[in-house]
């Protein structure tokens, strides 16, 4: 049982249809294919410039938005609070833009007044691009996406580009709406895939800038993916099975509705919470601003690693361990994409199980705080 932020579960559904034999990605068989999953990727990210696919992790995704919008020696603001965010950073920095960093501390989020301060400081209009991770997965913290995206739009030069990574399909984001320039995710996280896709969907104003970026590309040049899209193709061969796995998920996900989608993210997210408070369990992320992905847990007189490892030998489910100075400090528990209220409260079971087989005294039953929480629906 997978209770990771990614891969995430799959259903058998999913697993069923790609059970096949590939079929030739130029057959008018597999272009009707596309044809399904673009509109059905433009219905879930709410745009209706085309998603596209691309062979990659969902860290190539945000390095095709580095490289196709931007180009040498510009100057990006990175929010760094977490994993991802320093990624970001160091990827700008890998190909030569000069890179200002929004920090907030690990388990915080991004402050959008220091974004206002440093775009209002900037009147020569020399920052290009605003690189946010919205669901920061190493913390569990939520940025706020919509409030820094209204400074990056009252700057009037700069990009946003946003790893949505693990809130795209767990949390409502109108892409169109808010105007977002380029946005990046990837298919083991809420679109109940398995790894192997990065999707980006990109703005008419990020396509202005890809006319005048310089940074050098080919198997990223998002310019011959859009072309491809218009046509039901691909620049390269795809992963064929993925995308037979792609068109029945979507299929899923529109029977389920995306209203649905985003209130069961949001129920499981504080199910989950409920539970981990009434365990004991100190969360990391503060209320007003936790991940629908992901909660992170920094227990106290019980070890994280103790608990993940008897998690994963009594019960056989998966949580993932802290990154970097967290890591032996933290577990964090996915519950991204195909989760359902059952799932939910089978983790906290087993944790109320394993907490007390460690010897760990709980002021509350986490299996009562969260069958309350699921009850509300
Ligand atoms: C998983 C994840 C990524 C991408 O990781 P890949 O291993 O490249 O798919 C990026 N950002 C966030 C927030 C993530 O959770």
Redesign the pocket.
Known sequence: MLMI??PTPVPEKVLLAMAKHPIGHRSSEFSQIIAETNAGLKWLFQTQNPVLALAA????T?EAAIINFLSAGDRVLVGNNGK?GE?WAKIATAYGLEVQEITAEWGKPLNPDDFAEALEADTSKAIKAVII?H???STGVLNDLEAINKLVKAHGEALIIV?A??SLGSYNIPVDEWGIDVIGS?S??GFMLP?GL?FVAVGDRAWEAYKKATLPKFYLDLGTYRKSAEKDSTPFTPPVNLYFGMKVALEMMQAEGLESIFARHNRHKEATRAGMKALGLPLFAPDANASPAVTSVVPEGVGAKEICALMKKRFNIDLAGGQDHMKGKMFRMGHLGYVGDRDILCAISALEAVLSELGHQAPASGVAAVSERLQKG
Do not use: L
Request: aromatic share 4%; proline share 10%; charged share 20%.
């Open positions: 932020p990614g992790s969902g860290t190539g945000i991802f990624r991770t669901s920061e997965t790893d990574v693990t990837g083991q996280k790894p990065g």
